[in-house]
């Protein structure tokens, strides 16, 4: 028996489980008078080719959840195909243009329409373009508004969820949207309006009863706290993302908390318990499987990031040649799309060396970070990691013609917001 490789195309594209795509047909069924049937073996009787032409009422719902045909879909009609219900077909085109309406000018019909999956999943599409851009260029206002917008389309659409499944997607959305809006806000150092977004995403995580999302926030509390000089915050921000329930049940999660501990724990200058915290680290992350259902936001961290994080703590703790060595392995391994973390890491690479008085090679390591932001402002947090590299060159260094060189140099590029 040949399976619906179509339908598992389609699946695997919004992000969907079978047993969510099983609740999105019930929901839509449900909000059309129809009590919902459909389990999780309905649905593996779609994917495996056993149901080929399922009921019309099912075909509808599956036609509204992605937006397109059953036959695009995989499914095949038989050789007498059967007629459809004429109300039937006409409450799905209802359904159809009633979401248009909403999605492109909710403002014209007052009336009541209902908000399902594939507004859910359009959303989150909306999401991922957000962390494309993020990954390229960093935080900057632009994302942080564009960010915001989502969320507040998310949450206007709560009120007109078709369930309670569906309120709870929503929230998910609208908080990992905030969560985006306060990342920009960390990169560009607008510390105020990181905290106020990131505690309205706290928020939101718990209505939405989402872990991933809660874990993603207290990941962002780390890092805020850190850039406020609230070190302890730091730390206890990190414990708190080991204690979520998905970093309890994916190693992969509970590795990047382990990390994020870890860098508190170096700036704290607890040289004991860094290490400790980076070996969970990498004994999480070796224990991780792939899987491609994990958010966008997310596909930054591995075992390339991981080296990354471990040469910032490794030289906050003064191990500055391991923390070189880290760095040039994090520059190999991060992949050329996150322009951003690697101009980073380039410049932890040159704090590293310039900590060692190397001092060409740490100005030429720096020099890389405006070869890789080309064409972009410098985010404020990395404005300010060349900050701390110029004044440690000047400092150890004040006499060395390349420390004033790189200065008058590149000050005009470093300063560019």
């Not at 459909?38 to 509808?60: A, C, F, I, M």
Request: proline residues 4%.
């Amino acid at each position: 028996m040949e399976g619906n490789a179509s339908l598992s195309n389609a699946i695997g594209e919004s992000g969907l489980k079978q047993a969510e795509l099983a609740e999105a047909v019930n929901d839509f069924l449900c909000a059309n008078g129809v009590e919902g049937t459909v389990s999780d073996r309905t649905v593996r009787n779609w994917l495996t080719g056993k149901t080929r032409w399922p009921h019309p009422r099912q075909r509808e719902a599956l036609e509204a959840v992605f937006g397109c045909t059953a036959e695009e879909l995989g499914f095949s009609p038989p050789t007498e195909r059967p007629t459809i219900e004429p109300e039937t077909s006409v409450r799905r085109r209802n359904f159809l243009a009633s979401t248009a309406v909403v999605a492109a000018a909710p403002i014209l019909d007052s009336r009541p329409t209902s908000v399902g999956t594939s507004d859910v999943i359009r959303l989150r599409s909306g999401l991922d373009a957000l962390t494309a851009l993020d990954a390229s260029r960093g935080g900057h206002e632009d994302l942080e508004r564009s960010a915001l917008a989502g969320a507040e389309e998310a949450l206007d659409k709560v009120r007109q969820a078709a369930s309670q499944r569906i309120r709870q997607r929503l929230y998910s959305v609208a908080a990992n949207y905030l969560s985006t809006a306060a990342w920009a806000a960390i990169d560009g150092r607008q510390l105020g309006r990181a905290q106020h977004r990131l505690d309205r995403a706290l928020y939101l995580a718990g209505m939405a009863k989402d872990p991933v999302v809660e874990l993603r926030v207290w990941n962002s509390y780390a890092m805020l706290a850190h850039q406020r000089d609230s070190l302890t915050d730091a730390v206890d921000a990190g414990y708190a993302a080991q204690a979520t329930t998905i970093a309890r049940r994916d190693p992969f999660y509970a590795s990047l908390a382990h990390a994020r501990t870890a860098v508190a724990h170096a700036t704290l200058g607890d040289r004991q318990a860094t290490i400790r915290s980076l070996g969970y680290a990498e004994e999480a992350l070796g224990k991780a499987t792939d899987d491609e259902t994990r958010p966008s936001w997310v596909g930054f961290y591995g075992f390339a990031e991981l080296t990354a994080m471990t040469a910032i703590a490794r030289d906050r703790i003064g191990d500055s040649a391991e923390a070189e060595a880290a760095s040039h392995r994090a520059l190999s391994g991060i992949p050329k799309p996150f322009k951003r973390n690697r101009a980073l890491a380039a410049a932890r690479l040159a704090l590293t060396q310039v900590h060692q008085r190397e001092l060409d090679p740490a100005c030429r390591s720096a020099s890389e970070v405006f070869g890789l932001m080309s064409g972009h402002p410098i985010p404020g947090r990395m404005r300010s990691l060349l900050g701390d590299f110029y004044r440690d060159l000047i400092t150890l260094a004040p006499d060395a013609s390349i420390a004033r060189e790189w200065g008058d140099r590149y000050r005009s590029e470093w300063s560019r917001a």
